[in-house]
């Protein structure tokens, strides 16, 4: 499953916001079974995961933990705890709590961008902020995907 793109939509007075058709498409052909919300842990945007993706980090880190280790199982605890389950409406909507419209900026505008296996949703100006620069996006790939130097 990998989600591209990048397409704005509006949110209403109540929160709720249309997921892009072409979003709800693959999540439909992969026979997605829920969804999952929480803020980014390194920005100020919503993660959309795919609860087979979802699951998946959680086990992730659940493996790397084990109930006597104070700082794994802190990190886990708030993971989890900062998510929340996900269903869109018959139309294709989603209900986007309060609390993290409020924590991430988002108004009345978003963007949805597709990363990988996630769906990310920003405030539309956060997100032209974000993509502004495209020196800083060839920056970054220059830096990671330069030869290792052996010797």
């Known amino acids: 499953m990998r989600f591209t793109g990048n ?17 709800r498409k693959i999540l439909q052909k992969e026979e997605t079974q829920g969804l999952i ?40 605890r708030r993971f989890v705890a900062g998510a929340e389950a996900i269903s869109l409406d018959s139309g294709g909507r989603m209900l986007i709590p309060r609390r993290y419209l409020e924590e991430t900026g988002i108004q009345n505008e978003v963007r949805f961008i597709g990363v990988d296996n996630t769906i990310e ?19 970054n790939l220059e830096s990671m995907m330069k030869p290792h130097e052996t010797f």
């Open 7 to 23: 397409i704005d939509a509006k949110v209403d007075e109540k929160g709720r916001v249309f997921v892009p058709s072409s979003f």
């Open 121 to 139: 949703i920003w405030s539309r100006q956060a997100a032209e902020t974000l993509l502004a620069e495209p020196e800083i996006l060839a920056d």
């Open 37 to 76: 919300m929480r803020r980014d842990i390194f920005q100020r945007c919503l993660i959309l995961y795919p609860q087979e993706v979802w699951d998946a980090q959680v086990d992730a880190i659940t493996e790397r933990t084990n109930m006597f280790d104070r700082q794994g199982r802190d990190a886990l």
